[in-house]
């Protein structure tokens, strides 16, 4: 089937061909674009066009109805929502000529971000028409890709275009943050003005313009002549530098205010479907030059970045030249002439591709900067000279490009074993994470969300209801199967299929089952299953290795069956076979070599197994400090030093953690043990906590059961939790029902350990039940509600409860709690399963509190606020409490002003506490709690002095 589409549509393939010509006219103080296009669009179509499509992208952030708009606010971020106007963009000044003749032409009824221009007369198929505009575009702060930052301009996603027109039809589409471009091939002639204090760069070559290009190498030498100081001394040359601007600044006026003449750059550009630019009076400039192998070709390189970022930018101009080298190797030659990489200051995201050039934000490490360069240099191939629709297929250019990161990480750093370093002082001076490399971060960042709920096919569009977790899966499933394909198949088969795949689609738009053609064309197998379960479904690999019997077993616990490899050890763990095994089933009995003591599947991990902890017959133990990189085929165990924690009974707890699991590859597996030596009783303590993460049963998404035995502070607990929620994750309104049970048994020892105002001391078993329902009907808006029964060998008791959240405008929000409570019978109700008047005291342990000494009041430390309670303190009695029924709202509010307090007012009534109403209200800073009214007060209901405060103040916060 693969093979007829791909015949029919390779016999049915056509493109249009768009020639631009633009001036435009940068106005850096108004913040604006005035310009005219001229576009000579020829229809290469069997079709006659009555109109075509065009994209007006900058209206996209033109109010909170666009699509750009919606999906922000669908994906929860309040990036553009809370926009000033003054910050948001548009186009407008339209006015289309086709061949002279004015057009008609309309928005789109959804999208005020795409037009239909109505041709005055048809477009025959063969023919060609110029369609000429004037535009003027309102830049907007950035927020997406288009904007600027002050004086820092980014000009992408900035005319008016053609939407695609091929054998599928029409491809108009909105723009969006999270989803990218599919746009027509063909030349582009720019002429851009802007103040001439401006570096520029841009899409295409400069045409005759010695004197730009003489003055921008002129800022390369003085880039150059920084680039081997010192991390010191490149930090005093610009604090030099800024001081002498500073002091100029000073001594006139007129300087700080100098306007500069404007000039004009030309720049050409064939074979590309997209035009960007970027413009900053204050970047540092860098040049270089890349040859390719058997190439007389020399092709510039340019790096231009801000002087804050100098010392992580230097070797940027190394970082593009190797990634246009092994790209050129691994696919073809880069065609064009230079490629160029700017400094995008606080630009949305972490790099974005056009033609010959890319926009990167700042890097914590060298690595990353490296990392992020070398991702979108290599969109020059995957995207931009292969023009795949990178709204309906992501994962074409995203998980090709990611792949092909694996792969010149790997030829690159091979010597370090393809490291990836974060940190240089914690991986390669401490150790913590030394071994820690690129393949293992793609297939981490791929093995800890395939198994989640709500995980979507990868061929979809960027339209429909992608989350961020699910469209990341573009770049990294991709990546790691494609990784796993390349070792099935060899590298240098690979090679040979994607350069035949790129020479044959180079400057066209391949789709799916184009690239899987070039894949079935050189290879005696079809692989059309393997993209099938790549792209169109979510299965997943997971294998087991198990002996039984002196039998060696292979258990299929996955639904993607693909070829495996295994290896087989003799009892000195030595290597001695490995083959490749294909079964179908649920299960394999191998035969295995004489003397195998040992099997282990996909021993250099290439395989993206899910669960690559159940892949090996026996598993030593292996210790890291801190962390690293997990083996798989041993048992990880991290080893770390514990913070010390206090308790009056233990004192100061120190001791060791030792954690297994909890990463991706574990199955959803892990096991914490916490070792801890008290002080002040000389006696040992610790925690043992295992969990075991479940994903889609049946109708539920997720679950997870733990275990837990405390043995800290004169109290020895142990408890069993099992979680469970169902998610209606592309449902709107959202919706979550979740349900937790816990088996609780706590033996309290000692009234020295524990506040016996609050703690009975004896044994105890609880069991609790809690169902709740989570609703967010917009973006601005959730609400929950909830029951709980919590009963045990001496009490029951019922809750109910309710929370609403509301935000009405950037840091305006309003959140009410209620619950009510109330005890099934009245006598002998153990006192820490009380309702607590000024906030739930954790009876059963769930939260860490620092001391729960009876030295402790309780007043002005933690509390935690996970039941019941009002945040005002009774400090004649802080432990007011109600062994019958209770009721409380709780109201919180948010307001705009960044340093602006919150205010917090609550109100509790209950029929054993000894006042009728308590009602209390203050100011909440962090997590520091100030009640400035008390209703039960005596005398001062409100402060009269700074004493009344001091004894008032709490600190609270969530554990």
């Known amino acids: 089937m693969f093979l007829l589409f791909s015949f029919i549509h390779s016999e049915e393939y056509f493109q249009q061909d768009v020639t631009y010509d633009i001036d435009v006219t940068l106005n850096d103080s108004n913040k604006t674009l005035s310009a005219f296009e001229k576009i000579t669009y020829k229809n290469n179509s069997r079709d006659t066009l009555n109109f075509i499509w065009f994209h007006l992208w900058p209206n996209a952030y033109k109010n909170d109805s666009t699509a750009l708009a919606k999906q922000f606010i669908r994906l929860g971020s309040t990036r553009f929502l809370y926009t000033k106007e003054k910050d948001r963009g548009y186009i407008d000044s339209l006015d289309f000529y086709v061949d002279g003749v004015k057009a008609n032409w309309n928005f789109h009824v959804e999208w005020v971000d795409v037009a239909k221009i109505n041709l005055p007369k048809p477009l025959s198929p063969g023919q060609e028409i110029k369609i000429e505009t004037p535009f003027f575009v309102k830049l907007p702060k950035v927020v997406s890709r288009l904007g600027h930052s002050g004086k820092h301009f980014e000009i992408t996603q900035w005319y008016p275009k053609p939407a695609v027109y091929d054998n599928e039809g029409w491809h108009p589409m909105p723009y969006l943050n999270m989803g990218e471009f599919y746009s027509e091939f063909g030349t582009f002639d720019v002429k851009i003005t802007l103040p001439e204090d401006y570096r520029i760069m841009a899409t295409g070559d400069m045409i005759n313009e010695k004197e730009e290009l003489a003055w921008l190498d002129s800022l390369s030498s003085i880039g150059d002549s920084l680039k081997n100081l010192t991390k010191k001394e490149l930090a005093k040359h610009f604090k030099e530098k800024k001081s002498k601007s500073d002091k100029k600044k000073k001594s006139t006026e007129k300087d700080s205010l100098k306007v500069y003449p404007n000039k004009t750059i030309h720049f050409r550009q064939n074979n590309v479907h997209d035009f960007a630019w970027f413009a900053d009076p204050n970047w540092i400039v860098q040049k270089g030059e890349l040859w390719l192998d058997d190439s007389s070709k020399q092709i510039a390189l340019w790096s231009m970045y801000l002087p804050k970022n100098a010392w992580m930018w230097r070797k940027s101009l190394d970082y593009m030249h190797d990634s246009g080298l092994w790209y050129s190797r691994f696919y073809g030659d880069y065609p064009y002439n230079h490629i160029s990489a700017v400094d995008g200051d606080m630009s949305a995201g972490g790099g974005m591709e056009y033609p010959n050039i890319t926009v990167i934000s700042s890097s914590p490490s060298e690595d990353l900067l490296e990392y992020v360069i070398m991702h979108e240099v ?492 009002i945040r005002g303190i009774n400090i004649e009695n802080p432990f007011l409490s109600s062994d019958n029924n209770i009721f409380m709202v709780r109201v919180r509010q948010s307001f705009p002003k960044f340093f602006s307090p919150d205010v917090f007012f609550d109100f509790a009534a209950g029929s054993s506490l000894p006042e009728e109403n308590y009602i209390s209200g203050g100011i909440i800073i962090g997590p520091i709690l100030i009640p400035l009214y008390q209703n039960w007060e005596m005398k001062y209901k409100v402060p009269n002095n700074v004493n009344w405060i001091k004894e008032r103040i709490r600190l609270y916060w969530f554990l």
Not at 602 to 618: C, E, F, G, I, L
């Open 378 to 869: 290599g969109h020059n191939w995957f995207y931009g000279i292969l023009g795949t629709n990178e709204r309906d297929h992501a994962w074409m250019d995203e998980g090709l490009t990611e792949y092909s990161g694996i792969r010149y990480w790997g030829k690159k750093y091979f010597k370090r074993n393809a490291q990836l370093v974060f940190s240089d002082v914690l991986q390669n001076k401490i150790g913590i994470g030394k071994n820690y490399n690129m393949p293992h971060f793609q297939y981490s960042n791929y093995a800890s969300n395939a198994l989640k709920d709500g995980a979507q096919p990868l061929n979809i569009s960027s339209n429909k209801n992608y989350s961020y977790r699910n469209y990341g899966q573009n770049y990294s499933k991709v990546a790691v199967m494609m990784r796993y394909l390349q070792h099935y198949i060899g590298e240098s088969k690979i090679d040979i299929i994607l350069k035949d795949y790129f020479e044959s689609w180079k400057f066209k738009h391949p789709k799916s089952n184009d690239l899987i053609t070039s894949f079935n064309k050189h290879l005696d197998d079809d692989v059309s299953w393997f993209f099938e379960n790549l792209i169109d479904s979510t299965t997943y690999i997971d294998y087991m290795a198990n002996k039984k019997n002196g039998k060696f077993i292979i258990k299929n616990n996955g639904n993607f069956d693909v070829p495996i490899e295994v290896a087989f050890y003799d009892q000195r763990n030595k290597e001695i076979g490995k083959e490749w095994v294909s079964f179908q089933g649920d299960s394999y009995i191998l035969e295995t070599p004489i003397g195998c003591e040992k099997i282990i599947i996909d021993p250099d991990q290439y395989m993206p197994d899910v669960n690559r902890a159940n892949n090996s017959t026996k598993r030593p133990l292996k210790p890291h400090f801190i962390y690293d990189k997990p083996t798989y085929n041993n048992v990880d165990v991290n080893i770390s030093p514990w913070l010390p924690t206090y308790n009056s009974y233990d004192g100061n707890l120190n001791g060791l953690l030792f954690s297994y699991g909890g990463d991706a590859g574990f199955g959803g597996k892990s096991l914490n043990a916490f070792v801890l030596y008290g002080d002040k009783n000389k006696k040992i303590n610790g925690i043992i906590r295992s969990k075991k993460e479940f994903y889609n049963l049946g109708f539920l998404s997720a679950g997870s059961f733990e275990s837990v035995f405390d043995s800290r502070g004169g109290r020895e607990s142990i408890k069993f939790i099992f979680t469970a929620k169902k998610n209606d994750r592309y449902r709107k309104p959202y919706k979550q029902n979740n349900i937790k049970i816990s088996f609780n048994y706590h033996d309290i020892k000692s009234t020295i350990a524990l506040n016996p105002n609050i703690y009975n001391v004896g044994k105890f078993g609880t069991v609790k039940l809690r169902l709740g329902t989570f609703w967010e009907p917009s973006f601005s808006s959730s609400y929950e509600i909830f029951s709980k029964i919590h009963a045990g060998n001496n009490f029951a008791k019922f809750d109910i409860g309710a929370s609403l959240e509301k935000t009405f405008s950037k840091g305006l929000k309003t959140k009410i709690q209620l619950d009510a409570g109330s005890f099934l019978h009245l006598k002998n109700n153990p006192k820490q399963y009380h309702y607590f008047l000024s906030g739930s005291i954790n009876p059963d342990f769930d939260n860490y509190v620092w001391d729960r000494n009876a030295g402790n009041r309780l007043s002005v430390i933690e509390k935690v606020y996970n039941g019941g309670g």
